[in-house]
């Protein structure tokens, strides 16, 4: 008969992906996903297989998260507004007690090894396109666009997204709030 979990899986991915985002998928151990999540070994790898695992379950819950700013883009009709908006929004979004984290899909893009498990690349990659997608929606609306112009244009906003998040982890409000209008400048 099987034992039942003593764990709400939820919460301990919660902890994982909070753990994950601080210290980035290369350094953090499964003996640091024990004391973080609150359960042993075994219950880590009975539920999730491996620290693989466990960080996909985490990239999905990340996923669920930032879908609070990510919807709201989704059904902007702005065209660059929203996308500019969006950039306010994951500054916020990427806040903890004050202090900016950052992105996780660009911490663990920027720690990860050259040849690092093409499992998670995929999965990082995924999450990058499906944000190039909505503002390439976005930049449709702008008048006279074309889809060659708005998929160039994503790649740029993308691009600018990945270093905002890296900067947030440096410069103060003012100087990122520069980036993001000077940005959209060029856009």
């Known amino acids: 008969m099987a034992r039942k979990k003593q764990y709400n899986e939820e919460e301990v991915i919660e902890k994982a992906t909070a753990l994950?985002?601080?210290n980035g998928y290369e350094a953090t151990t499964v003996r640091m996903l024990e004391?973080?999540?609150?359960?042993?070994?075994?219950?880590?790898?009975?539920s999730f297989g491996n620290k693989q695992g466990v960080f996909l379950e985490s990239i999905n819950a990340y996923k669920k998260r930032i879908r609070s700013i990510t919807d709201k883009l989704s059904?902007?009709?702005?065209?660059?507004?929203?996308?500019?908006?969006?950039?306010?929004?994951?500054?916020?979004?990427?806040?903890?007690?004050?202090?900016?984290?950052?992105?996780?899909?660009?911490?663990?893009v920027n720690e990860i090894k050259e040849d690092g498990d093409p499992i998670i690349m995929e999965q990082l990659l995924d999450f990058a396109n499906d944000i190039k997608q909505l503002f390439v929606d976005n930049l449709l609306q702008e008048e006279g666009n074309t889809a060659e112009e708005a998929a160039r244009q994503s790649n740029y906003l993308m691009n600018s997204l990945l270093g905002l998040s890296v900067s947030s982890k440096v410069?103060?409000?003012?100087?990122?709030n520069d980036t993001i209008e000077f940005t959209f400048l060029n856009v």
């Open 20 to 22: 994950f985002w601080r």
């Open 35 to 46: 004391k973080e999540m609150g359960i042993n070994q075994f219950s880590i790898y009975s």
């Open 75 to 108: 059904k902007s009709n702005n065209g660059k507004e929203g996308i500019k908006q969006y950039f306010y929004d994951f500054l916020e979004f990427a806040k903890e007690n004050d202090k900016n984290r950052g992105c996780l899909v660009t911490n663990t």
């Open 171 to 176: 410069f103060d409000q003012s100087q990122l």
